[in-house]
């Protein structure tokens, strides 16, 4: 059982950063793929971006792709979601999910989830 905390939310505004982070806990990430997901009032959970258990194979939504960094450190127990110029769109709360191995975008095959963090972007 691998237990998943996100951290790293905030209010910012349009054009700033924040770095999320998805801390494990319980078992070692290293042969789990986490990916990142959110979900704004009234909307939809939607696939943000996803690395596998290796860290080489990482998959972005479109809406974030040039923004958004995915990574991990393994040693750390950790994955990392850096998100810069963000936009009021990007306003959600942010939930990291583990599953084995490889990625998907489909949040049904992640088995493990954390509660979120909640990001803000004034514009």
């Known amino acids: 059982q691998v237990q998943l905390v996100e951290s790293g939310g905030g209010l910012v505004q349009a054009g700033d950063s924040l770095r999320l982070s998805c801390a494990a806990s319980?078992?070692?990430?290293?042969?789990?793929?986490v990916g990142w997901f959110r979900q704004a009032p009234g909307k939809e959970q939607e696939f943000v971006a996803a690395?596998?258990?290796?860290?080489?194979?990482?998959r972005y939504a479109d809406s974030v792709k040039g923004r958004f960094t995915i990574s991990r450190d393994n040693a750390e127990n950790t994955v990392y979601l850096q998100m810069n110029s963000l936009k009021p769109e990007d306003t959600a709360v942010y939930y990291c999910a583990a599953r084995w191995y490889d990625i998907t975008v489909v949040a049904t095959t992640y088995g493990y989830w954390g509660q979120g963090t909640q990001v803000t972007v004034s514009s």
């Open positions: 690395i596998n258990y290796r860290g080489d194979n990482t």
């Open positions: 319980g078992r070692t990430l290293t042969t789990y793929a």
